[in-house]
T-cell receptor, first 114, second 113 residues
Framework: DTGVSQNPRHKITKRGQNVTFRCDPISEHNRLYWYRQTLGQGPEFLTYFQNEAQLEKSRLLSDRFSAERPKGSFSTLEIQRTEQGDSAMYLC????????????FGEGSWLTVV | QQQVKQSPQSLIVQKGGISIINCAYENTAFDYFPWYQQFPGKGPALLIAIRPDVSEKKEGRFTISFNKSAKQFSLHIMDSQPGDSATYFCAASMTDSWGKLQFGAGTQVVVTP
């Protein structure tokens, strides 16, 4: 396995711009998760997919955020009209249903909104 | 509202010493308790995990102790090494909410030579 891959690793954007992050999960993992982590805090759950279906969304995921997982493989997380409060690391994770609760995180995508 | 409370916020331990990190939870429906290790600029990596049907689990130098009645669990790092310097997060989840982990705020561990 090559691990969970996230791109870009770093993104600096101006307030009001849209940004998109991509996540490629571990091969054959059918569950995919997005978390957000700010400095000095633990990751916070945003949303998850089983195959292509988005099964749960946190209240943290405002209507400016949208996540997709077409064809149940890679996923994208788009943030529209970015705000300074969106500055954080966006973590993607994946798991396989039969592996229970064990999830594996990627290296994260750092977003800085200026 | 933080469902998993972690302490201390940071700790410094000498090489060869024992690092102890504690976590407490409120939701009795939680039934999976992992610990993650995170180095600066990296994603969290699963270290060790426990379920409430056991009171202790050991993997190498890392041990989880679990107290179901007190709703507390802890991570012990034995013979701490400088390479263990990282931030450690406890977490909890429920069987019917696969992958939806509730994380503690983290403990920054520094192991001095």
């Amino acid at each position: 396995d090559t691990g969970v891959s996230q791109n870009p690793r770093h993104k600096i954007t101006k307030r009001g711009q849209n940004v998109t992050f991509r996540c490629d999960p571990i091969s054959e993992h059918n569950r995919l998760y997005w978390y957000r982590q700010t400095l000095g805090q633990g990751p916070e759950f945003l949303t998850y997919f089983q195959n292509e279906a988005q099964l749960e969304k946190s209240r943290l995921l405002s209507d400016r955020f949208s996540a997709e997982r077409p064809k149940g493989s890679f996923s994208t997380l788009e943030i529209q009209r970015t705000e300074q409060g969106d500055s954080a690391m966006y973590l993607c994770a994946s798991s396989f249903t039969s592996s229970g609760n064990t999830i594996y995180f990627g290296e994260g995508s750092w977003l800085t909104v200026v | 509202q933080q469902q998993v409370k972690q302490s201390p916020q940071s700790l410094i331990v000498q090489k060869g010493g024992i690092s102890i990190i504690n976590c407490a939870y409120e939701n009795t429906a939680f039934d999976y308790f992992p610990w993650y290790q995170q180095f600066p600029g990296k994603g969290p990596a699963l270290l060790i995990a426990i379920r409430p049907d056991v009171s202790e689990k050991k993997e190498g130098r890392f041990t989880i102790s679990f107290n179901k009645s007190a709703k507390q669990f802890s991570l012990h790092i034995m013979d701490s090494q400088p390479g263990d310097s990282a931030t450690y997060f406890c977490a909890a989840s429920m069987t019917d909410s696969w992958g939806k982990l509730q994380f503690g705020a983290g403990t920054q561990v520094v192991v001095t030579p």
